[in-house]
């Protein structure tokens, strides 16, 4: 069964930094895209970042590009977001998510089949 938890939230003022973490259960990342969106009150659930299993690559949304880096450490079975520079806008939940397949469109989370819990991010003064 494939079970994520996530950590790494909380409250933090604009320009600061924090990372979040999704640790996985016992499977290698190697075969899995790995994600991670948000979503704030009233708003759409919106991409973030991936690292997609077929071209190894990663993406990032333009909100955060230059902000935000997307990591994962296979020997750990977990994979991070560093959020820095951080803005009031970037408050949501945030939520990872994997899936064992080739993903199309990375920032569409119906393409993924397992979600972490999520976890509050609340940037304010």
């Known amino acids: 069964q494939v079970q994520l938890v996530e950590s790494g939230g909380g409250l933090v003022q604009p320009g600061g930094s924090l990372r979040l973490s999704c640790a996985t259960s016992?499977?290698?990342?190697?075969?899995?895209?790995i994600g991670w969106f948000r979503q704030a009150p009233g708003k759409e659930r919106e991409g973030v970042s991936c690292i997609s299993n077929s071209d190894r690559m990663t993406y990032y949304a333009d909100s955060v590009k230059g902000r935000f880096t997307i990591s994962k450490d296979n020997a750990k079975n977990t994979f991070y977001l560093q959020m820095n520079s951080l803005k009031p806008e970037d408050t949501a939940v945030y939520y990872c998510?994997?899936?064992?397949?080739?993903?199309?469109?990375?920032?569409?989370?119906?393409?993924?089949?397992?979600w972490g819990q999520g976890t509050q991010v609340t940037v304010s003064p």
């Open positions: 016992g499977f290698s990342l190697d075969y899995y895209a």
């Open positions: 998510a994997l899936v064992p397949r080739m993903v199309h469109i990375w920032y569409d989370g119906t393409e993924y089949d397992y």
